[in-house]
């Protein structure tokens, strides 16, 4: 009788909304997948759950590791929240050493060697596995009681926890995944790191842009010295600070070029110069790019309706049921589906900020916000790609693309977030 008030109370705890919005997007994302694979004579016109979850397409592989997730959602809510903060550490000492075994034994996909193969149809991807152990090890570590920014050896050890595995990952030839920890930075930020160390990076990036495509000397003379000016005329007492941003600024600027040229590989080099103009090479590395706003701009309003869209059914867009999965959304849905889409998100990310905030304890709420943090960088830059606003990187679209690392991982993480905020009345025992 105890056990069944127990689990009575544990699933009343359980935020609802949240799970209600995440099984939406799975459905949407596992819909998505089927039209996208969705070829005259592979699959027929007519929709049936036999085709939709038979192992010989996409589409019916991602049905099975959907439903390993709310298996693996069920064991998680099951049992007590207090297992993800006392092995956070362990849980990110076996990543790290999953990632070393990676970089020295995975075979080469696409220049990168993120993957480890487990058989002939199960690979998996150490990555997606490492972002969620930096997720608990970053709330075990700046949860406890003395923590501060303040403090240099705090500082050191939280930025040893992101930057490891990030090194590691780009030391996989993966840049896009490697670039995606960047993102815990904002969960530093809601604890207390100034936001310099968020803000200074974004006008870097910015600048790096600009410098690529304007010429050297009118970036600075028309651009970044007037606005020094300005805001040493508003405050005399910022002159020095801004000394050292001005030489800053001529460092990114003149080196910009030399690292997008000299230091970047092809293909990466490719991609920066795909995402700034298209056209330079519209059969090569703008290709993808092209394809993909033709396919997404020819929805219109409405779309051209499920299963139906033509650029996708012609094999113009690469990598369809990963990477460009948006595509299928915006040439078979239209502005109206995609307006859909982004709603389903927004709130979906809107709700995992509330539950972080709502938070009775420092560690959901360091979780809360990296697992938000992972989810919204995915989000942004996935669908920024596909319509040529972002360099193609490569990362899923979580929910959406294909895949079951990702997804596993995605979900793994949403399940977490979801025990941590059933049990917030409980202390955790470490």
Known sequence: MTDLKKEQNLFGRIDWISLLL???LLIAGWFSIYSAEHKIGTITDTVTLRQMISTKFEAGKQFYWIMACFALGIFVLVNPAWYYNKYAYAFFAVMLFALILTLFFAPSTNGARS???????????PTEFAKLAVCLALARYMSHNNFSFKNKEDQIITAGIIVLPALLVFAQNDTGSALVFATFVLAAFREGLSPLFIIIPVLGAVLCILALILPLEWLFFWVTAPTL???????????????????????????ANMFVNQILQPHQRNRI????????DPKGSGWNVIQ???AIGSG????????????SKGGYIPEQTTDFIFCTIGEEQGFRGVFIFF???????MRCIYIAENAKDVYTRIYGYAYTGIIFFHFTINVAMTLGLAPVIGIPLPFFSYGGSSLIAFSLGFFILLKLHSEADKRFAV
């Open 343 to 349: 709603v389903l998100y927004i709130a979906f990310l």
């Open 115 to 125: 993957w480890i193969k487990i058989s002939s149809s199960i690979k998996i991807q």
């Open 229 to 255: 000016v300005m805001l040493a005329f508003i405050n005399r007492f910022y002159i020095k600070p801004l000394l050292t941003i001005a030489v800053a600024c001529l460092i990114v600027i003149f080196s």
């Open 273 to 280: 110069y795909a995402m700034l103009d298209p056209t330079i």
């Open 292 to 294: 993909s706003k033709i």
């Open 300 to 311: 219109g309003w409405s779309g051209k309706g499920f299963l139906k869209g033509t650029q």
């Open 22 to 24: 995440y099984a939406f």
